[in-house]
Nanobody
Framework: QAQLVESGGGLVQAGGSLRLSCAASERTFSVYTSAWFRQAPGKEREFVASINWSGEPTYYADSVKGRFTISKDNAKNTMYLQMNNLKPEDTAVYYC????????????????WGQGTQVTVSS
């Protein structure tokens, strides 16, 4: 199984930006549909963005569309989430996931998961 490790989280003011990275231990994003999810305290894990193994299509939750961009670098076995114009409601633990088997927007569809990285947006 591939190991996934997220990084890049932190504390940022509203309106600021962060770029999250998800590093895989082996070839992953070039062969599997992959995604970012997030989970806020007291909330269920929710879909943020996904990217097909080929790079297209990409999908975004309505709440982040136009602000977040998912991308990947296959040579580095790394997937990214560029987050701009961050809002307090974006505060959550962000998880990367891969090897989708089913609907791209549901957590249960994914086999590989990272440990999560905390993103906190202050108002």
């Amino acid at each position: 199984q591939a190991q996934l490790v997220e990084s890049g989280g932190g504390l940022v003011q509203a309106g600021g930006s962060l770029r999250l990275s998800c590093a895989a231990s082996e070839r992953t994003f070039s062969v599997y549909t992959s995604a970012w999810f997030r989970q806020a305290p007291g909330k269920e894990r929710e879909f943020v963005a996904s990217i097909n193994w080929s790079g297209e299509p990409t999908y975004y939750a309505d709440s982040v569309k136009g602000r977040f961009t998912i991308s990947k670098d296959n040579a580095k076995n790394t997937m990214y989430l560029q987050m701009n114009n961050l809002k307090p409601e974006d505060t959550a633990v962000y998880y990367c996931a891969s090897r989708a088997s089913g609907a791209y927007y549901v957590p249960a569809a994914y086999i590989y998961w990272g440990q999560g990285t905390q993103v906190t947006v202050s108002s």
